[in-house]
């Protein structure tokens, strides 16, 4: 490496393959094996955090002591170039440090990995990720204990293998044994060797193994504790989406726009389903199902949020995620590649940029995503409405127009939800109940929750108070009842 070389690389601080140190300690072999469990980088020794030349005199060991030393210290060993640049009047030592082909490395027993400008110690999760990866393996390849060819229902292989075909991704003949496709696949080896992709994707009762693979629903009322509604999409994997879906949709509003100079009028939801549904398909295909944890979906007044257990790939951080050109690197592959067989998803790497253009489309502020607590997030804010500032600045002007212009239905929804439905039934059969009465009847909401509900519902015709709050009594029209 030469002087001009080593003087730009320092410039350009990229902390996620730099590391600055003035003298050579532990902390250097253990930032070798984070570089080592990543993408490879440099260890400058002898230049302080500011870039500048260290004031220390560097000790006496030869070049080929600070080679051994990381290689006796890390396991499997860590073979770094170690050489002298002039730097600053001076002379430092460079370590070039290669990532390890076999992964992961370990120093003293524990294992690191390149976050930023930090070593991050690994979890026993991230652990078994990163050797599957260094493998070639995926973590939803391996064999579920104690499952079975009768474990799995057929007729969702067959819905596979129908619904690939029609996309054009997969080739199956019509009478061709779903089994059989199954083992070309080498989604199953044997009657007694299913893996966990085929397991989640086909199983009868996939929660019998995997009781964390649920997508958790819930609608929060304004103070954002009282439960307005909830649903627990169970059930193989690629049906869970669309029931995700569903609860969403009728869980938030949704308005009749009319741009100008046109005719006919267009739905617009408060957030964009093909952004919502690309958000829930990434969460159910990239999760890590070894979490005990289940995804959650809340719907808040101000806000959607969809979270999922297992953060980013050990390697893979946040600004790589948001790069439109990054490569994909799903956790479970298998998961993966069928949902890209069956349409769930379209093209590998570009959900985060098909979310970001329906945000903009519908209106709505671009999502933030959030990589913490062993969890990935996506947080949603409402599209600007009528007589609200649009505080989007990336939004179209064609978006922004439409928005401003347009005009909400006074339902809101096009029919009651299935709490509410159930409230007007109980409401129908016992007009004089109370809120806490219906609350103890339904069992799965607060008085608070159905006083939120009877408030929309009375705005909108479907139920109306008649007499005092003590004496009077809910009168229900038939027609809200009926389909």
Aim: charged content about 30%; aromatic content about 6%; glycine content about 8%.
């Amino acid at each position: 490496m030469t002087a001009e070389e080593l003087v730009r690389i320092v410039e350009r601080r990229e902390a996620e393959r730099l590391e600055l140190k003035e003298s050579f300690g532990a902390e250097v072999v253990e930032t070798a094996c984070a570089f080592a469990n990543a993408g490879g980088g440099y260890i400058v020794v002898g230049v302080d955090d500011k870039g500048r030349p260290s004031k220390r005199l560097l000790r006496s060991e030869g070049l080929r002591d600070y080679e051994n030393r990381i290689a006796t210290g890390t396991e499997p060993s860590v073979a770094v170039d170690a050489e002298k640049v002039p730097y600053g009047g001076r002379e430092v030592v460079v370590l070039r440090v290669p990532e390890n082909p076999l992964k992961p490395v370990a120093a003293k027993g524990r294992c690191y990995v390149r976050k930023g400008s930090v070593n991050h110690q690994m979890s026993p999760a991230e652990i078994a990720e990163c050797h599957l990866k260094s493998t070639g393996g995926s973590m939803d390849a391996v064999f579920v204990p104690g499952a079975t060819r009768e474990d799995l229902d057929m007729g969702a292989v067959r819905r596979y293998m129908e619904r690939a075909t029609a996309k054009g991704r997969r080739s199956f003949d019509v009478g061709e044994d779903p089994w059989e496709a199954l083992v070309k696949l080498e989604w199953v080896r044997s009657e007694r060797e299913i893996t966990r992709a085929a397991y989640l994707l086909f199983a009868k009762d996939p929660q019998r193994k995997f009781p964390q693979a649920v997508v958790h629903a819930g609608a929060f009322g304004r103070d954002g504790a009282s439960i307005l509604d909830s649903h627990d999409a169970r059930g193989n994997i690629q049906d869970q989406i669309g029931e995700a879906l569903a609860f969403v949709q009728r869980n938030i509003h949704c308005a009749l726009v009319v741009a100008p100079g046109a005719v006919e009028h267009e739905t617009v939801w408060d957030y964009p389903p093909e952004a919502v549904r690309e958000t829930l398909a990434n969460a159910v295909c990239h999760r890590d199902y070894g979490s005990p944890h289940d995804i959650q979906v809340k719907v808040f007044a101000d806000g959607l949020v969809v979270s999922s257990p297992g953060q980013l790939p050990f390697d893979m951080p946040m600004e790589t995620l948001l790069d439109p050109r990054h490569a994909s690197r799903p956790r479970n592959k298998i998961v993966a590649q069928a949902f890209y067989d069956m349409g769930i998803i379209e093209h590998y790497g570009r959900g985060i940029t098909r979310i970001q253009e329906e945000c903009r489309k519908n209106g709505n502020p671009c999502p933030e995503w959030k990589d913490r607590n062993g969890e990935f997030a996506t947080e949603y804010r409402p599209r600007a409405k009528e007589g609200e500032e649009n505080t989007t600045q990336t939004t179209t002007q064609t978006t922004q127009t439409t928005t401003q212009t347009a005009t909400r239905t006074t339902a809101g929804r096009r029919g009651p939800t299935s709490v509410q439905r159930r409230i007007l039934e109980y409401l129908k059969e016992n007009p004089t109940a109370s809120r806490r009465m219906v609350a103890e009847q339904l069992g799965d909401i607060t008085p608070d929750g159905v006083k939120y509900h009877l408030a929309r519902m009375q705005e909108r015709g479907w139920v109306r108070r008649v007499g005092g709050d003590n004496t009077g009594e809910w009168v229900v029209p038939d027609s809200e009842l009926e389909g």
